[in-house]
């Protein structure tokens, strides 16, 4: 239905620029005002091309500390009671963490609670991991258990995490993902290599494997198998599982595999490489790089 003002509130402007200019463009169609809050940097002009206002705000996403999540939690209640929106589009799991606190004593309003994942929190594995956890999703339930909410996720599995198992009807939706457009990653002729060339294009964060992708790539050199891996992507310091520069750059020097930082345009990848590769740990779903991948006729080897 059409609305005044939505607040779509993101935790870096690359992400919503890369996976959600869908929604954002829904949003442009059915309110009169669109407003983007999100940490702005480099991306932060090409988002405001798409129409929308941009608000900088800082998730303090490499953060669990209770006092500074509380501290976060009131600036952003304070920019939802400044802008007033009609409608609250909340991505990801900390956006929705610091939402739900933000809006626990605020009256209630349209409210979309849009999981894109559980990220370290899907395995956790260390008590501190699990508490955490525990504590996230209580807080998204409550927000989600609140009137005139919905709930947005990637797969029936994150819906029963988010909801507990509580039944609800016709408020929720399972999407399949951001999704590529098939017209711009269209199928490219094989590269000609003496040497294969496979390539890994992500995030570089422990959870994707790419430990284990360096030990692979010793292995296969011990064995004389003639495969060139490169490393394609940049350093997401405020993540607490990014892997750190002197690593990759090590792994560059010794020669297992070659680390060629972040590309403009992705399909020179494939243009380059003979196969993708991604040996996630898992927590996670089908990452955009795969399907990037296939869509430009690249096989896959993934975990």
Not at 7 to 31: G, K, M, N, Q, Y
Not at 82 to 88: F, H, N
Not at 171 to 186: E, K
Not at 281 to 295: K, N, S
Request: contains cysteine; hydrophobic residues 45%.
């Amino acid at each position: 239905d059409p609305c005044g003002k939505a607040l779509l509130c993101v935790t870096e402007d690359w992400f919503a620029l890369s996976h959600f200019r869908p929604v954002i463009s829904v949003l442009r169609e059915v309110a009169q005002d669109v407003v983007v809050v999100t940490r702005c940097g480099e991306a932060g002009e090409a988002l405001r091309d798409q129409g929308v206002r941009v608000i900088d705000f800082d998730y303090r996403r490499r953060s669990t500390a209770p006092a500074v999540e509380l501290a976060t939690a009131r600036r952003l209640k304070s920019l939802i009671e400044a802008e007033r929106p009609d409608l609250v589009h909340l991505i990801a799991l900390k956006p929705i963490v610091l939402g739900a606190i933000a809006m626990r004593t605020m009256a209630p309003r349209p409210t979309v609670i849009h999981l894109t994942g559980l990220g370290l929190l899907g395995s956790a594995t260390t008590v501190r991991q699990r508490i955490v956890r525990a504590l996230a999703l209580r807080l998204a339930r409550s927000a989600l258990l609140r009137p005139r909410s919905a709930a947005i996720c990637e797969n029936p599995d994150d819906i029963a995490v988010l909801t507990g198992g509580i039944a609800r009807t016709g408020a929720d939706i399972v999407i399949g993902g951001a999704g590529i457009d098939p017209d711009h990653f269209a199928p490219l002729p094989p590269p000609q290599h003496a040497t294969p060339v496979a390539a890994f294009a992500g995030r570089l964060i422990h959870s994707k494997g790419l430990t284990t992708l360096a030990d692979a790539a010793r292995l296969l050199r011990q064995r004389t198998a003639p495969l060139a891996i490169e490393v394609y992507g940049s350093i997401d310091a405020d993540n607490r599982d990014a892997l750190q520069p002197e690593t990759l750059r090590a792994w560059t020097r010794d020669g297992p595999l070659t680390w060629r930082g972040e590309i403009a345009d992705v399909r020179d990848i494939w243009r380059r490489a003979d196969m993708f590769v991604l040996p996630s740990r898992g927590g996670e779903g089908l990452p955009r790089a795969a399907l990037e991948a296939a869509a430009c006729a690249r096989p896959l080897v993934v975990t």
